[in-house]
C-alpha cells in the first residue's frame, strides 16, 4: 500500500493502524513494530512515529521506552470510565445546540442524520449506524464553538468506537431503542430541556456501556 498527500501521511497512517486495532485485527497487547508499518505502507519510519504518537494520544496504543508501541487493552474499568466521561461531553454538546439553535434550519443538520439512522436500521446497517451515531457530536461542534471540547471528543471517538465495535451484534437488537432515544433528545433540544437532555444521554450512554460490558465478558 502506498500513501499520497504527504501533509498528512500521518494522519493517513493512523488511520489505517486504527481501524485495524477497532476492528480487532491488531489485538489487545499486541506491539506494533515501526519497521514492520513502514515496509509494509511504503512510508517513512519518522511518519510511522508521528502516527504512532496520534494514536497514543487517541488511547489506542500505549508507548513505553524500551519495550516500543502496544495496543491497549480493553477492560471494564477501562469501558465504564470511557463512557462515563463520554457521557458528560455528549451532555455538553446537546446543551450547546438547545441554547444557541435559533431557527428551524439550525437543527436540519439533526434531522437529515435521523432519516440516515432509519435507513441504516432498514438495511439493518449496524456499520453505518454507529458512524451516524458519531455524527450527531460532530454537527454539535458549531454550537459549542469550543475547540477544546472538540479536540477532547475527537480524541476520544476511536476508543469509544473499538469498544462499540466489540459490541456491534449486541447493538443490532438495540438500533429502534437508539433511535427512540435520539427522537426524545431532539425534542429536548428543541424545548431547550436541560434536565432531560441529561436524562436521555445518560440513559443512552448506560445502555451502550451495558452492552460493551457484556461483549467484552464473552470475548
Known sequence: M???APDSLSEQIAHYLAERIIRGELKPAERIQEQKVTQALNVSRGSVRE?????????LITILPRRGAHVTELDAHGVRSLCTLMGELYILLGNAVAQHWRVESDLLPFLAIQQRLNAALARQDIKAFVEESFA???????????????ETVENLQPAMSRAYYLALD?????MSDFLALFANLLEAVVARDMVRIRTVLTEYCQRSCELVLAALATA
Do not use: D
Not at 170 to 174: D, F, S, T, V, Y
Open 2 to 4: 502506498t500513501f499520497k
Open 51 to 59: 502516527a504512532l504518537l496520534i494514536l497514543e494520544r487517541r488511547h
Open 136 to 150: 450527531v457530536m460532530r454537527a454539535a461542534y458549531p454550537f459549542a464553538n469550543n475547540p477544546y471540547l472538540q
Open 170 to 174: 449486541q447493538r443490532k437488537a438495540e
